[in-house]
């Protein structure tokens, strides 16, 4: 039940940067410290940005409603690739307090979606 708990959280956190990129591309850039040009820059932002966060907590919401655990891999992958993208950037350009934070963050969501994948499956077996 905790798991479940943790991954509809997770959902519901993904949507923040989904809604914010989708409906209000500005203010996510800017948080961002992004700055799109015109309307193709709001447009990217909006389509790789916050359509595939808006996707991600629609799939996390669903497996964990329906149980559909293995729907999670895909998404503990994403996570996890983002990870390892902001720690070789640390590695070749210098970490920050920022930076440090947003990849434990990252750790914690590939960790909880990966024992999302992992953990109910095994106890069914």
């Not at 990129?21 to 996510?28: I, M, Y």
């Not at 990217?44 to 891999?73: E, F, N, S």
């Amino acid at each position: 039940m905790f798991i479940r708990i943790a991954i509809i959280f997770l959902g519901i956190a993904f949507l923040v940067p989904g809604l914010l990129g989708v409906l209000r591309p500005e203010q996510l850039a800017e948080g961002l410290g992004l700055t799109p040009d015109g309307s193709a820059g709001l447009m990217t932002v909006r389509a790789l940005i916050g359509a595939p966060y808006l996707a991600m907590a629609a799939i996390a919401i669903y497996a964990a409603l329906r149980g559909q655990w293995a729907w999670l891999v895909p998404l503990a992958a994403i996570e996890g690739a983002m990870m390892l993208v902001r720690i070789m950037t640390g590695i070749t350009e210098g970490f920050d307090s920022a930076s440090i934070r947003i990849i434990i963050v990252e750790l914690v969501c590939t960790v909880v979606l990966a024992l999302g994948a992992i953990l109910p499956a095994r106890s069914q077996n």
